[in-house]
């Protein structure tokens, strides 16, 4: 399918303004299944981004959003779950053609994002302290107030579904926000800074940075101005964050990576364990931080499982994700499908016997894009490196296994700690595995699934602190403690 694409020529959101960057540059952005370019937006510098801070500062101060009735941020927070869904067509094609994935899981990621808005415009009013029992003639309570001026680094694989994680409970807690996607995918932040300006937010609360996270996310980082950091992406980028925000005591939530075990046991219902097991993976063509890239099969069904999983898997569609019969669209970037095929090489070398795929496809339709193969292997070990590292690709890795302690072993062997499956039919089991998984989140009877009313953090290496739910507003907010004494 081809589509005509009308070039866009974008501006970022800064104290209520849309403006250009003020060093006068731009930076293109990407269909990944073509390469073409789809829009122009600003290249933000140093002074846009510290001028973004000050907006947030200032919005902050002026107290109109901090001190507003919280009734009345909840009724904003609705309108723009409102315009968010009345826009959800424009936005799940923009996000296809920007990051690449299928226009049915751009979709749900959108219905997502409003979902967020929606939760937390409900609980905009429900943020409370609390009274303490202390000796006689004293009254102690706490106070819950907004964080501040909160920072909102978002990663290039979901970009509307997370921005809207973060931004929905900072404005429901009443901060200001300074939101810098990831210079790859800007373009629904872009909109929602839009969305969030049409639906009543004053202006300054909200400003979208467009620019490199090299440059403007290191800024932004060590700004003294910036009272919190919600950070989403890679381990390696978010230990820099940490430093940086060390310097300045700033308070941090890290959603990083994952290597997720998924497990399915021989008393599974195997052939929906055989479609989650599939989806988990090549759902955004493995680029997850919750994808089950390690599937731990028991031995008992391991064959008839492997062979079904990878005829499916071998059968897939891959395609422009704009495409509605596409079942897999390509990797975000041309950089991005070289580290997976390097990974592919990496396994094969090391030993790893690949079951399917491994390639570029043979399509010559797909040879613009930065398409991948989905690939599974067998025989991968934690020592090698595609048993270990996050490949963030469609590649996964399927283990046999005899017992529990054998597979909660093997499944505890990543540094990594953000997600696990379990397929079960035995209850006993379930929980026994739930509970002895070192993860932060285990699905059990299904995978990829998460609410905005489920708290969402990661075990180990993969994050400090949750989003989603009541507990992401511990984060967002601070609990001051006030004692009175009444003698
Ligand atoms: P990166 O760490 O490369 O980038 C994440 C964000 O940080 C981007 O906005 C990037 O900007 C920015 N950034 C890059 N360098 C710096 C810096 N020095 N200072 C401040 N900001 C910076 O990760 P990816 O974008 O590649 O995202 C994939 C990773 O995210 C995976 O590890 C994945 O597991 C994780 N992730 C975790 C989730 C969770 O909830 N736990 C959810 C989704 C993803 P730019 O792109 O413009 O350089």
Known sequence: MTMTVQLQKLKMLIGGEWKDGSGGQSFSILDPSNNQIIAEVPR???????????????????????????AKRGRILTKLTGLVRESSDELARLETLNEGKTLRESKGDVAWAARAFEYFAGLADKIEGSTIPVPPKRLDYTLREPLGVTLHIVPWNYPIALAARSLAPALAAGDTVVMKPSETTPLTALKLGELASKAGVPKGVVNVITGSGAEVGTHLVSHRDIDGIIFTGSNETGKHVMEAAAKNVTHVLMELGGKNPHIVFSDADVPRAIKAVKDGIFTNAGQMC??????????????????????????????????????????????????????????????????CGGEKPSDSNLGKGNFVEPTIFGEVTGEMKIGCDEIFGPVLSITKFKTVDEVVSLANESD????????????????????????????????????????FGGYKDSGIGHENGIRAMEYYTRTKNVSINLG
């Open 416 to 455: 990594y700690g953000l997600y696990g499956g379990v397929w079960t039919s035995n209850l006993k089991t379930a929980h026994e595995v739930a509970s002895r998984l070192e993860v932060g989140g285990v699905a059990i009877n299904e995978y990829l699934v998460t609410f905005p009313q489920t708290p």
């Open 44 to 70: 933000a510098t140093k002074d846009d981004a510290s001028h973004a801070v000050e907006s947030a500062k200032t919005a902050f101060q002026s107290t109109e959003w901090r001190d507003m009735d919280s």
């Open 290 to 355: 919750w994808a089950g890239s390690r599937a731990f099969i028991h031995e008992s069904i391991y064959d008839g499982f492997a062979r079904e999983l990878v005829d499916k898997t071998s059968r897939m569609k891959l395609g422009p994700g704009i495409d509605e019969s596409t079942e897999m669209g390509p990797a975000v970037s041309r950089s991005r499908q070289e580290t997976i095929l390097a990974y592919i090489k990496d396994g094969v070398e090391e030993g790893a016997k690949l079951l």
